[in-house]
T-cell receptor, first 113, second 111 residues
Framework: NAGVTQTPKFRVLKTGQSMTLLCAQDMNHEYMYWYRQDPGMGLRLIHYSVGEGTTAKGEVPDGYNVSRLKKQNFLLGLESAAPSQTSVYFC????????????FGQGTRLTVV | RKEVEQDPGPFNVPEGATVAFNCTYSNSASQSFFWYRQDCRKEPKLLMSVYSSGNEDGRFTAQLNRASQYISLLIRDSKLSDSATYLCVVMNNNQGGKLIFGQGTELSVKP
């Protein structure tokens, strides 16, 4: 039972390069989220999805795009990476039910040079 | 103003101390409330859900005051292993399911 799996776990990009982070879940959860975490900033919501085929903007969406073509996968794309996008990225999933727990992937450490 | 705000840290306490964390949220329509724990930039893990009636799990007690839009976490008899960052989390299930985190409060328990 894998739960929530993020790939890759580490990546170094050059400014201007593009990449896609994958979040895969096997818990049949409807809701999925992408966060970034920077020192002293907590987790800030980038984009989220409440079901297959739907996405919505979070607190810090600029410079990122997402897609949820299949229920189990939520992709986060950086079209033209910038040093300001150096961060740790976490994916989370949730059933959507009241008071139920959100589960997290192990994180992706991205450095943009 | 951030949607969820926590006490700034860090909190440095001796073993055995009682420590309290506070959190306020701005969206009165929020419906689900949680405390998560995060160790050394690993993924956050659920510590406890928070209910209006309050709830207790061993040395940990969480309270919710909807009128004041305030959530608290009390840790009694703190252990070295309690050292971590504690994250206040709020969700509005009816408005698209946004799950919003506070910036976290770091706790360091010293021998």
């Amino acid at each position: 039972n894998a739960g929530v799996t993020q790939t890759p776990k580490f990546r170094v990009l050059k400014t201007g390069q593009s990449m896609t982070l994958l979040c895969a879940q096997d818990m049949n959860h409807e809701y999925m989220y992408w966060y970034r975490q920077d020192p002293g900033m907590g987790l800030r919501l980038i984009h989220y999805s409440v079901g297959e085929g739907t996405t919505a903007k979070g607190e810090v969406p600029d410079g990122y795009n997402v897609s949820r073509l299949k229920k189990q996968n939520f992709l986060l794309g950086l079209e033209s990476a910038a040093p300001s996008q150096t961060s740790v990225y976490f994916c989370a999933t949730h059933t959507g039910g009241l008071g139920t727990e959100a589960f997290f992937g192990q994180g992706t450490r991205l450095t943009v040079v | 103003r951030k949607e969820v705000e926590q006490d700034p840290g860090p909190f440095n306490v001796p073993e055995g101390a009682t420590v309290a964390f506070n959190c306020t949220y701005s969206n009165s329509a929020s419906q689900s409330f949680f405390w998560y724990r995060q160790d050394c930039r690993k993924e956050p893990k659920l510590l406890m859900s928070v209910y209006s009636s309050g709830n207790e799990d061993g040395r940990f007690t969480a309270q919710l005051n909807r009128a004041s839009q305030y959530i608290s976490l009390l840790i009694r008899d703190s252990k070295l292993s309690d050292s971590a960052t504690y994250l206040c989390v709020v969700m509005n299930n009816n408005q698209g399911g946004k799950l919003i985190f506070g910036q976290g409060t770091e706790l360091s328990v010293k021998p």
